[in-house]
T-cell receptor, first 117, second 109 residues
Framework: GAVVSQHPSWVICKSGTSVKIECRSLDFQATTMFWYRQFPKQSLMLMATSNEGSKATYEQGVEKDKFLINHASLTLSTLTVTSAHPEDSSFYIC?????????????FGPGTRLTVL | GQNIDQPTEMTATEGAIVQINCTYQTSGFNGLFWYQQHAGEAPTFLSYNVLDGLEEKGRFSSFLSRSKGYSYLLLKELQMKDSASYLCAVTDSNYQLIWGAGTKLIIKP
């Protein structure tokens, strides 16, 4: 099956710093990648949809200037949390949709746990 | 608005059968997914239904009725490792995934 990796798996940073999370599709090309955030005991919340070579589409309530998304190639999308604060601490998960796939299935990365002190 | 409903939590016994229901109201329908998510991990794909009926895959089966906006995930011969959250998600007319809040399944010996 299609494999998606994320790096780093976990990160601890100080308040005010920026953190970059990478999402890679390892064995397929993904024209569309998705970024989710999940707080403890809650479901996935879609933050933004990222299409290769174009600007990301952000969900309502998600600050585009705070969560910078770059999808520079068909196998890599990055999420940068700028000026992170403790309330940004969460589990960030990316997924990638297979180009031309049978049923638009999303394959998920293993997630990145961000803790902001 | 778009809405996916599933029970918050269910408990079952090892070796038994459990059915997790999901009802949905979305703008359009292009398929329904079930994902399994263990605590602290990302979701993993279980099943996909786009036509009415039952899809069987080993111990897991998923059923869909589009006219009723209803699906269920059936887990047989439950094992302790099946303790996880089960997420129902529907693809709408824009191929956006609409997620349910997930059902936490607790398996007891």
């Amino acid at each position: 099956g299609a494999v998606v990796s994320q790096h780093p798996s976990w990160v601890i940073c100080k308040s005010g710093t920026s953190v970059k999370i990478e999402c890679r599709s390892l064995d397929f090309q993904a024209t569309t990648m998705f970024w989710y955030r999940q707080f403890p005991k809650q479901s996935l919340m879609l933050m933004a949809t990222s299409n290769e070579g174009s600007k990301a589409t952000y969900e309502q309530g998600v600050e585009k200037d705070k969560f910078l998304i770059n999808h520079a190639s068909l196998t890599l999308s990055t999420l940068t949390v700028t000026s992170a604060h403790p309330e940004d601490s969460s589990f960030y998960i990316c997924s990638a949709r297979v180009s031309g796939g049978d049923y638009n299935e999303q394959f998920f990365g293993p997630g990145t746990r961000l803790t902001v002190l | 608005g778009q809405n996916i409903d599933q029970p918050t939590e269910m408990t079952a016994t090892e070796g038994a059968i459990v059915q997790i229901n999901c009802t949905y109201q979305t703008s359009g329908f292009n398929g329904l997914f079930w994902y399994q998510q263990h605590a602290g991990e990302a979701p993993t794909f279980l099943s996909y239904n786009v036509l009415d009926g039952l899809e069987e895959k080993g111990r897991f089966s998923s059923f869909l009725s589009r006219s009723k906006g209803y699906s269920y995930l059936l887990l047989k011969e439950l094992q302790m490792k099946d303790s996880a959250s089960y997420l129902c998600a529907v693809t709408d007319s824009n191929y956006q995934l609409i997620w349910g809040a997930g059902t936490k399944l607790i398996i007891k010996p």
